[in-house]
């Protein structure tokens, strides 16, 4: 059963624009695609919209050279090209929630070019360390929030709000606690199966997720994974959902047994807390959560997070997946690998593009790997 | 062929003296019990200014530039940053700054190198894009590594840009009040007590300098141009080192004099002047010699959205057309007033727009086509400045729907492993006979 979880899992993802159609047709709702997990999604579900994330498909580009300089990142382009090619065309919106200049371009690239109803770029503070941030996010949800009911023709209440306060909560916690199950000795689940809980849940109802992640939770103390977990890795980078990349290290002889990234950890670690002021606490959530690597500054909050869950998960290596031409990410690697390194975790930056030299890079991440276990078992 | 007259600029070497001894007093600052920070070209800079008379900064940006102009030390800034395990793909300026302090020496603007990189007092930088806040948050990380603490403080200004109505007034206010919080830290750090006249003084002069250059750069619109873009590098660059210091003011005020007595004598900068272009985003600085070439065909750059607009500050007519920002009403007289005139002053700056909207970079860059007569728009596809790179194929698209011929072209404004010299002649030679024109006799 538990393994049927996961095939459902995949298949949400491998047939996401097949499911996102029918669940329009079924529920007659308006889809919105947003790019940047800024976005707060409580106030889509308030709306009684579906937000589904727009991500790439590693398949080489060949489309966006017109509209974006190939020096930005492979995740901007590459979903620039799945608009292009016509793959998000039940999309009724989008909505960007400010992170970096990349993600900005392919919002504005997609508002100019792809014929969408309702566009929208919400103003995320950069600087998440400021006082000032959350008092002023919330007054740019509560525009957010007006031009939306504008555009729906109906008010968004409180009501509606503590239920998208509640959807987005319930599934970040259920998929938390199925992350615990990393930390054992022998995980109950591995690192692609992690990675495609979150990126499944990114794509699909929430409802109907957390539904699927409930059950998981119920069966996962009972599952026995028939494989050794060799050698507990993490993964640390910006977007990623390379599952292939995950599926070939992981048969090398390892397990990532946590992961910081936005089709990860960083994407459930925290709730919003319930207020009276709806807007403020879902400011205050996305103000507090852990941060992209653009808007942490001037302490180094992230990297220090990450060595926590290194620390947590008993990860014995890390593996930096830093998206070429990503500055923010790319900016924090040496500061990574000295945070890391101090507490005994080496670290193995790859550049990734749209597509993966696997070849070289499994040569690379063997060498990595031995490094980590020492070379007596190769003689 | 018409031939104009050419003069050489008389204020060319004050220009010169200016940038060197910038560059000094921030080297010697402790000499003299002075304080200095570090921060971008476009920090809030007249806030440090209440500290005192003798407070000197060092701007990311044009120290980047600076570094990128002498090629041996740029190589030898990019070869320590990405030994020390940073992409080469990052913002070069950002990688010239690191490896200068990475190497322990500082460059002066004639190229001289100095042992030991002078670490500031503070830092103060703003953040608008992704690499600012980004830049120094390292370059305090790497001071510390060297057993330097420096304190940091960075303005979040990513608030979007009032293309058609002002900002509301709680963007303002989230501006405004990290600057109020500023001046606080500001006195925290440096122990000195803050002096809010001469916080009005400089915000005062922040706003003269940046209009006089919006004057400036408007009398490049006579033909002849009285102005060459690779001569106006020279001159801007003031406005990135210095816009709040009356130095800076005072130079602009004879600048715009000198130039307008060009115009009235008919002054060229090229004197085969016979085609007019602008250009966008930084040069690749190692290689203005492109400019020289450009001349060989009777071609002039007048300047660009980014040397007309990174400091000079514009407005929209009622008509449409584009010119100098209006003067605010009267200078400053308090804490309050000063913060929150230089944060409305500020938001407006043309080379923030097209950070969110490409259409408002299409429409600037397309006024500065009709009111300044161009005849062709050379975009420097950039590798290595995604801030200015932002959506240029955007502006792209704009120029060309609108029939202005645009001739893109590749580089790196501080990285020459990215730059194709002969290439880029090659095909802006082709481009520039694809217009009609023809080599001129040397």
């Not at chain 1, 000032?132 to 109906?154: D, M």
């Not at chain 2, 701007?59 to 190589?75: C, R, V």
């Not at chain 2, 830049?135 to 960075?154: H, N």
Request: glycine share 6%; with cysteine.
């Amino acid at each position: 059963m538990v393994e049927e979880i996961f095939q459902k899992f995949r298949d949400w993802i491998d047939n996401r624009h097949e499911y996102a159609k029918e669940w329009k047709e079924k529920t007659n709702r308006k889809i919105i695609g947003y790019f940047c997990t800024y976005v707060p999604e409580e106030i889509l579900y308030a709306a009684d919209i579906l937000p589904v994330r727009i991500l790439g498909s590693h398949e080489p580009p060949t489309v966006t050279e017109p509209y974006i300089f190939a020096m930005f990142c492979h995740l901007c382009r590459d979903s620039l090209a799945q608009g292009l090619k016509g793959k998000f065309d039940y999309l009724d919106g989008i909505v960007e929630g400010q992170s970096c200049l990349h993600l900005r371009q392919t919002f504005n690239a997609w508002r100019l070019h792809i014929p969408v109803d309702y566009a929208y770029y919400i103003y995320v503070p950069h600087s998440v360390q400021t006082p000032h941030a959350t008092p002023y996010l919330t007054q740019e949800l509560a525009k957010f929030k007006h031009s939306l009911e504008e555009w729906i023709g109906r008010k968004v209440t409180d009501s509606d709000l503590d239920r998208g306060i509640r959807t987005m909560n319930r599934n970040r916690e259920l998929m938390r606690k199925i992350y615990e199950y990393r930390k054992l000795d022998n995980p109950k689940i591995t690192g692609l199966e992690a990675m495609e809980m979150v990126l499944s849940s990114q794509m699909v109802d929430k409802e109907e997720h957390s539904k699927l992640v409930e059950q998981l939770l119920r069966e996962l103390p009972n599952r026995k994974l028939n494989r050794n977990p060799g050698t507990r890795l993490m993964i640390i980078g910006s977007e990623d959902d390379d599952r292939i990349f995950m599926q070939n290290v992981e048969n090398l002889g390892a397990t990532f047994v946590i992961d910081e990234h936005c089709t990860g950890s960083r994407y459930l670690w925290n709730n919003v807390s319930p207020s009276e002021d709806r807007l403020g606490a879902i400011a205050e959530r996305y103000v507090d959560r852990v941060p992209c690597p653009s808007k942490d500054w001037p302490e180094f909050t992230r990297v220090k997070h990450a060595v926590n869950l290194a620390q947590e998960f008993k990860a014995q290596g890390a593996l930096v997946i830093q998206n070429k031409f990503c500055d923010p990410h790319g900016i924090e690697i040496p500061p990574l690998k000295e945070a890391l390194k101090s507490i005994g975790v080496p670290i193995y930056p790859l550049e990734f593009d749209v597509t993966v030299p696997w070849g070289q890079f499994r040569t690379r991440v063997e060498a990595f790997l031995e490094t980590l276990t020492g070379l007596e078992d190769l003689f | 062929m018409k031939k104009f007259p050419t003069e050489q600029l008389k204020c060319w070497n004050e220009a010169k003296n200016l940038r060197k001894s910038y560059y000094e007093n921030y080297l010697n600052a402790h000499e003299k019990g002075g304080v200095r920070w570090a921060g971008g070209a476009w920090s809030f800079s007249s806030i440090p200014a209440g500290l005192g008379e003798d407070v000197y900064s060092l701007t990311g940006e044009p120290y980047g530039a600076t570094i990128a102009f002498f090629k041996d030390f740029t190589a030898k800034c990019h070869e320590a940053t990405e030994a020390a395990g940073f992409p080469r793909t990052l913002c070069a300026y950002m990688r010239n700054y690191w490896g200068s302090i990475l190497l322990d020496k500082y460059i002066l603007a004639d190229g001289k190198v100095i042992d030991e990189h002078p670490a500031p007092d503070f830092i103060w930088q703003d953040h608008i894009c992704c690499s600012h806040g980004k830049w120094y948050q390292v370059a305090r990380w790497l001071e510390e590594k060297k057993g330097k603490k420096v304190p940091m403080y960075c303005v979040d200004v990513s608030v979007g840009y009032p293309m058609d109505k002002p900002l509301e007034e709680y963007k303002i206010n989230y501006i405004f009040q990290q600057l109020n919080d500023g001046v606080e830290w500001l006195e925290k750090v440096t122990g000195r007590e803050y002096d809010d006249k001469l916080l009005c003084e400089a915000v005062w002069n922040e706003i003269n300098a940046t209009r006089l250059w919006a004057d400036i750069c408007t009398l490049n619109q006579a033909v002849p141009a009285p102005l060459d873009e690779k001569s106006m590098y020279s001159l801007y660059v003031m406005g990135t080192l210095m816009k709040h210091r009356p130095e800076c003011v005072a130079f602009y005020e004879k600048l715009k004099a000198e130039v307008e007595d060009r115009v009235r004598r008919g002054i060229a900068a090229v004197a085969n002047e016979r085609f007019r272009v602008i250009t966008d985003t930084q040069p690749p600085w190692g290689f203005l010699r492109i400019f020289r070439e450009m001349e060989k065909y009777g071609v002039v750059s007048l300047g660009s959205l980014y040397t007309y607009g990174l400091i000079g500050m514009w407005k929209y007519r009622p008509d449409g057309t584009w010119a100098t920002k209006d003067l605010p009403p009267r200078k400053p007289q308090t804490r309050e007033e000063a913060l929150r005139m230089i944060v409305e002053w500020t938001v407006d700056r043309p080379e923030w727009a097209h950070f969110y909207l490409p259409e408002a970079k299409t429409k600037m860059i397309l006024s500065i086509v009709k009111q300044w007569k161009v005849d062709a728009v050379l975009l420097h596809y950039n590798r290595g400045c995604e801030g200015l790179s932002v959506h240029i194929a955007e502006n792209r698209h704009g120029l060309v729907e609108a029939g202005v011929p645009v001739f893109p072209f590749e580089g790196n404004m501080g990285d020459e492993r990215e730059f194709d010299l002969p290439g880029t002649l090659a095909r802006l030679t082709t481009f520039f006979e694809s217009m009609g024109l023809k080599k001129l006799r040397e």
